[in-house]
C-alpha cells in the first residue's frame, strides 16, 4: 500500500456523513448519541485534529449513511458548534448547522439523586434550557435542573 | 389520556378558580354522595398522617370508597416490584389514584403508565400541589380575593417545596412578595428569575419583624431538619425565628396567619388565640379542596 492510499482510505468518502468541529473530548459521546456503536458501516474518527476555532476538535466520518434532522439535532447537546457536511460521489452537497432540540429523550442523566429516573429503568426526558453558550435540561419528572455535567 | 394533578402548574389559572369554588360548595354542605359505588386507590409508598387521612376522608364524604396503603413494607414493593408493574396493577381495580412517594418525579412517571386520574400528594420535596390549592383557598376565605395581596413567607425559602408552589400559584393573582429567611435558607435564584420574568415585586429581609405589619398574609413554614445533610448547619438555623403574640401589635386588621404544618417552634401557642391565627382551619380547608379536586378530575364538577 503506497502512502496516497492510506491518504485515501482516512480521508475521502464516496457516500455519507461528516460531522465536524466537535470537542475532542466529546467525540466518543458523540458516537453514543447517534447509535454508531453498532453500525456495520464503516467509521473514521479523528481526535485532536488542528482546527483554526477550537484549538484542537474531533471529526466523525460515516459511510453510507445518512441521519434524519431530529437525530442529528441532538448533538447540538454536546457539539452546538458542529457542522454537517453530506457526501455524494466524493463531493459536499450539503451543509448543515445543527439546531438545538426543545426537548431530549433517553440521552442525559438527570443530576438529582433523589430523581425516580435514577432508582427504577425509566427513559429521562427533558426541555432543554439555553441561556447564552450555556445549555441545561430540566426534568420532566422531578422539575430539578440538571447542568452540562449531566450531560457529557 | 385521563386528566391527572401533579404539578400544580399543570392548572391553568380557570381550573384553579373553578376547584377552590368547588371547595365553597363542599364547604357548605359535606356531606355529598356522588361517587357512590366508585374505588380510589390510596396508595402512600411514605408515611404521612395529615395528608393521607385528609384524602381518604374527603374520598368518603365524596360516597367512594377507598383501598391501598400507608407504608410500602407490607407490599410486593418490599418484592423489589418496580413502580410501573404497582401502578399498572392498582389501575386495573380503581377509578383514581392518590399516590405519595420518596423520589421525586415519581407521580408524573405514574400518571404516565395509569389508566386513571393520578393525584400528587407529594413527591419526595418536589410537589405537593393538594397544599398549594387548599392554602389559595384560604387566602380566598380570609381575604374575600387572590388580587392584588401581598404575602410574606417565613422560614425555609430554599428547600420548602410548599413556598415555591405557591409562588408559582399566586404569580397568577398580581402579588408583592416578602421572603423573610435567614441568609443559608433565601429563595432560590431561579423562583427570583421567575418573578423577574412576570414583573412581580419582590423584596428579601432576615428579620421577621420587619415585614410583619406590611402583609395580609403571613406564610409561616418549618425549618425541615430531614432537609439537611449537616446537623450543625441545622443547628444554627432552627430556631431563627418565633412568632409570639406580643409581636402582633401593628399587624393589618386582615392579617392571617398560614401554616402548612406541624410546626415545632416557630409559632408560639400565644398566637393560637389571636384573631390571625388560621392555620388550624387552614389544615380543615384541606378536606373541601381535596374533595373538589378528585370531583373536578373524575368529571363530576
Known amino acids: 500500500m503506497t502512502h496516497s492510499d492510506k491518504q485515501l482510505i482516512v480521508s475521502a468518502l464516496e457516500n455519507g456523513t461528516v460531522l465536524d468541529h466537535i470537542p475532542s473530548d466529546r467525540v466518543f459521546k458523540a458516537l453514543d448519541i447517534l447509535n454508531l456503536k453498532d453500525t456495520g458501516n464503516r467509521i473514521t474518527i479523528g481526535i485532536n485534529l488542528t482546527s483554526r476555532h477550537l484549538g484542537k476538535k474531533g471529526i466523525i466520518k460515516i459511510s453510507d449513511t445518512f441521519f434524519e434532522d431530529e437525530e442529528l439535532n441532538k448533538l447540538a447537546l454536546i457539539a452546538p458548534n458542529a457542522t454537517v457536511n453530506i457526501i455524494r460521489d466524493f463531493k459536499v452537497v450539503e451543509k448543515r448547522k445543527l439546531q438545538m432540540p426543545a426537548e431530549v429523550e433517553g440521552i442525559a442523566k438527570c443530576m438529582n439523586p433523589k430523581c425516580i429516573t435514577n432508582h427504577q429503568p425509566i427513559r429521562t426526558r427533558f426541555t432543554t434550557i439555553c441561556r447564552g453558550d450555556e445549555i441545561s435540561l430540566l426534568c420532566h419528572y422531578c422539575e430539578k435542573i440538571t447542568d452540562n455535567k449531566g450531560i457529557y | ?301
Open chain 2, 1 to 301: 389520556m385521563s386528566k391527572s394533578l401533579i404539578s400544580i402548574s399543570d392548572f391553568t389559572k380557570e381550573e384553579i378558580l373553578h376547584v377552590l369554588e368547588t371547595a365553597r360548595e363542599f364547604e357548605k354542605d359535606r356531606v355529598q354522595n356522588f361517587l357512590t359505588g366508585k374505588v380510589i386507590g390510596s396508595l402512600f409508598f411514605e408515611p404521612s398522617t395529615r395528608t393521607r387521612l385528609s384524602f381518604e376522608t374527603a374520598v368518603n364524604r365524596l360516597g367512594a370508597r377507598v383501598i391501598g396503603f400507608s407504608d410500602a413494607t407490607n407490599t410486593s414493593v418490599s418484592k423489589g416490584e418496580t413502580l410501573k408493574d404497582t401502578i399498572k396493577m392498582v389501575s386495573n381495580y380503581v377509578d383514581m389514584i392518590i399516590m405519595r412517594h420518596p423520589l421525586e418525579g415519581s407521580s408524573r412517571y405514574a400518571s404516565e403508565v395509569a389508566s386513571v386520574p393520578v393525584v400528587n400528594a407529594g413527591d419526595g420535596a418536589n410537589q405537593h400541589p393538594s397544599q398549594t390549592l387548599l392554602d389559595l383557598y384560604s387566602i380566598l376565605q380570609t381575604q374575600g380575593r387572590l388580587e392584588g395581596l401581598t404575602i410574606n413567607m417565613v422560614g425555609d425559602l430554599k428547600y420548602g417545596r410548599t413556598t415555591h408552589s405557591l409562588l408559582q400559584a399566586m404569580s397568577h393573582f398580581n402579588p408583592t412578595f416578602i421572603f423573610t429567611s435567614p441568609d443559608e435558607l433565601k429563595m432560590p435564584a431561579e423562583y427570583k428569575t421567575f418573578l423577574d420574568e412576570r414583573g412581580i415585586p419582590y423584596r428579601e429581609t432576615s428579620s421577621l419583624e420587619d415585614g410583619l405589619n406590611d402583609c395580609d398574609i403571613l406564610y409561616m413554614t418549618r425549618v425541615q431538619q430531614e432537609r439537611f445533610t449537616d446537623p450543625m448547619e441545622y443547628e444554627k438555623v432552627k430556631d431563627v425565628y418565633q412568632l409570639s403574640a406580643r409581636m402582633l401589635g401593628g399587624v393589618r386588621e386582615n392579617m392571617k396567619i398560614l401554616h402548612p404544618l406541624p410546626r415545632v417552634g416557630e409559632i408560639c401557642e400565644d398566637v393560637d388565640d389571636t384573631p390571625y391565627a388560621y392555620y388550624f382551619k387552614q389544615a380543615e380547608n384541606g378536606l373541601y379542596v381535596r374533595m373538589a379536586i378528585i370531583s373536578y378530575l373524575l368529571g363530576y364538577r
